[in-house]
């Protein structure tokens, strides 16, 4: 595939001079976080990491999304973890927007560079690190995996995506086409992380309304989003954070390619909160 440019947020501070209007919004359905927001006041510090700073762009909220979290990570030269993790059962998925890293699972060392992916199962430890001498950036997506008996745990996974062919959606002419770097009917995964692409001109044709919760940030381009009842313009390196049901659509107005990293959770029923008695029994 064509080289492709990832867009990461640099952190800083807006001047003063600048006007407090903008595209930031938080509603019942859906929340839109500009990249103008990735400034430097609103990092947090982890655990067990040196060198390193994230930008938490979605948490799991009563009421709203509720299945996963998502970080931009920021690891300068030198820094990473041997401890990320520090809750037990919770799977990951790591996909590298700038600079790169390195993976350790499972007694291998792994070298991820730009569009490199990594799925780390729950119960398997890793380590991240930058041995470069440029800053890491790389999207951290956190779920905490649901198990099912008689259902093995995945497989760790490590590719880029130059090495997945995308897709086409059917009855598209490839103008809108999913990267996957999960089998879709490998039902031990419990979420899917994927690239979407639309070509100038795509659309997605009807609002999509659904169980899935979803996180969308914008890897490459601009459209025109529709997220429940309003149009919202986004571009690189916005987030979209959607809860289950939020009507979506949208249309990519050009001149290039509109991408996105897209979160969504699958394969499982739904769960009932725990025990349910059941009256005379």
Request: hydrophobic share 40%; with cysteine.
């Amino acid at each position: 595939m064509s080289k492709t440019s990832y867009y990461a947020p640099k952190g800083g501070l807006p001047p003063q001079s600048q006007l407090l209007t903008d595209r930031a919004m938080f509603t019942d359905a859906y929340a839109v976080i500009p990249k103008g927001t990735f400034s430097d006041i609103v990092t947090s510090y982890l655990p067990f990491w040196e060198k390193a700073r994230f930008w938490v762009i979605a948490r799991p909220m009563s009421g709203f999304a509720e299945t996963f979290s998502q970080y931009i990570a920021e690891v300068q030269p030198g820094g990473g973890s041997d401890r990320p993790e520090t809750e037990p059962d919770v799977e990951a998925v790591l996909f590298v927007v700038e600079g790169q890293i390195t993976v350790t699972v499972d007694g291998a060392t792994h070298e991820l560079e730009e569009g490199g992916y990594a799925f780390l199962p729950p119960d398997k430890p890793y380590a991240v690190h930058n041995t470069s001498d440029a800053v890491a950036r790389f999207h951290w997506v956190r779920k905490r995996f649901q198990r099912v008996e008689g259902l093995e745990l995945p497989d760790v996974l490590i590719t880029n995506e130059k090495d997945v062919a995308p897709t086409p959606m059917p009855d598209t002419d490839g103008v809108w086409a999913t990267t996957r770097f999960v089998d879709p009917e490998d039902l031990r995964h419990d979420m899917h992380v994927t690239i979407v692409t639309f070509q100038p001109g795509g659309v997605i044709p009807f609002p999509e309304t659904h169980v899935m919760e979803h996180g969308l940030y914008v890897l490459e381009g601009k459209a025109v989003y529709r997220l429940n009842q309003d149009w919202v313009e986004v571009e690189a390196g916005d987030f979209m954070w959607l809860r289950a049901f939020c009507p979506q659509a949208c249309y990519a107005g050009g001149p290039g390619p509109f991408r996105y990293l897209l979160y969504k959770d699958v394969n499982r029923h739904m769960g009932f909160g725990g025990p349910t008695a059941i009256p005379g029994r």
